[in-house]
């Protein structure tokens, strides 16, 4: 017992509990929809990104359901902006707070944060973002990408991917919905030439969490594109939204990797792709879809997978895919 007693035990012993900080920084009580996959994210960013910060956070789900005035859920210090200068206010905190360090009124510099919906970031919010990137502001910059402005009503955003029915996008007999391609944000911010650009998902938690600790980290602007799951405005059920994260990932429809110094990188790489179906049929948003469109898309999807892969360096694969039998029978 005492050469194999608990503290040796403790090596053996890995749980997430375990390697993650205990403290939360947006708390319990607020108002998002059961099954929000955004306030997960929310919860394990500002996890990350630890104390003495600063957010500066755009009109959106998250401004709505959690700061309801005398009410807050956000441990940091938070300032709610409009939805087309988040990224100026993070320039302008970012901007005083080195001139108080360099006048000697400030011992430490804060960590300084924007957040944004997909609406707010790749949208409204473009310009002013673009602007902080251009000009090497030393911010993180987040998008929360639930691909619609789901808090004023279902309207389609340059997110919102091709094929989506919302409620400015509705499908008939002239329309399939959403006609255009969901909106590269993700190739936008690293063609600014910043330092740091990631994609992430609160499925794949530890992926998240140490993307967002490497971006508060790394010196100059970084952006980080979250897709969040919205039960709401994406019809599903919501016991599923981590499901839908991970099949986002499985099917290729929305890979994980990191952008450094120019440097494309896979950090989540599936065996095998999926395919496209598993991902759209358990949302109601995709219901409408004939074969023919599902088809468009998964071609649609295997041809951006194999441009990033060949923008991480890796050999092409021959992309089979697995049926749900299949995947059965391993």
């Not at 502001?137 to 998008?143: A, G, Q, S, W």
């Not at 409620?167 to 910043?194: D, E, F, R």
């Not at 994260?245 to 599936?270: D, I, M, Q, S």
Request: aromatic share 10%; hydrophobic share 40%.
């Amino acid at each position: 017992m005492e050469k194999f007693g608990y503290a040796q035990s403790q090596k053996f012993d890995t749980y997430a509990s375990r390697l993650m900080p205990r403290k939360e920084y947006f708390t319990s009580g607020h108002r998002a929809c059961q099954g929000c996959g955004e306030a997960l994210a929310v919860r394990w960013v500002t996890k990350a990104i630890g104390e003495d910060a600063v957010i500066a956070h755009a009109t959106g789900c998250m401004e709505i359901v959690s700061s309801g005035m005398p009410q807050t859920a956000w441990m940091h210090p938070w300032i709610h902006v409009a939805f087309e200068n988040t990224a100026a206010v993070a320039s302008g905190l970012e901007t005083g707070f080195r001139i108080l360090a360099r006048k000697g009124k400030l011992a430490k510099l804060p960590k300084v944060v924007a957040m944004g919906g997909d609406g707010g970031t790749t949208d409204i919010g473009l310009q002013a973002l673009s602007g902080a990137l251009e000009r090497g502001h030393n911010f993180t910059y987040v998008c929360w990408d639930n691909e619609a402005y789901m808090n004023t009503g279902i309207q389609r955003s340059s997110s919102t991917p091709y094929g989506a029915m919302t409620t400015t996008s509705p499908p008939g007999k002239l329309s399939i919905g959403q006609t255009t391609q969901k909106k590269n944000m993700v190739a936008i911010a690293v063609a600014h030439g910043i330092p740091y650009v990631a994609t992430a998902c609160p499925s794949y938690l530890f992926d998240l969490f140490f993307k967002v600790k490497r971006a508060i980290e790394t010196p100059g602007p970084a952006y980080i594109h979250v897709l969040s799951v919205c039960p709401t405005g994406w019809r599903s059920a919501t016991e599923l939204s981590v499901r839908l994260g991970r099949l986002a990932v499985e099917t290729g429809v929305f890979p994980l990797f990191e952008v450094v110094n120019g440097k494309y990188r896979l950090t989540v790489e599936p065996p095998k792709l999926r395919p496209v179906n598993d991902y759209l049929k358990i949302q109601g948003r995709f219901r409408h879809l004939r074969d023919k469109e599902r088809a468009f898309i998964q071609r649609h999807t295997l041809a951006a997978y194999q441009l990033l892969l060949e923008k991480c360096g890796a050999s092409y694969p021959e992309f089979p895919v697995i049926s749900e039998t299949e995947e059965e029978s391993e």
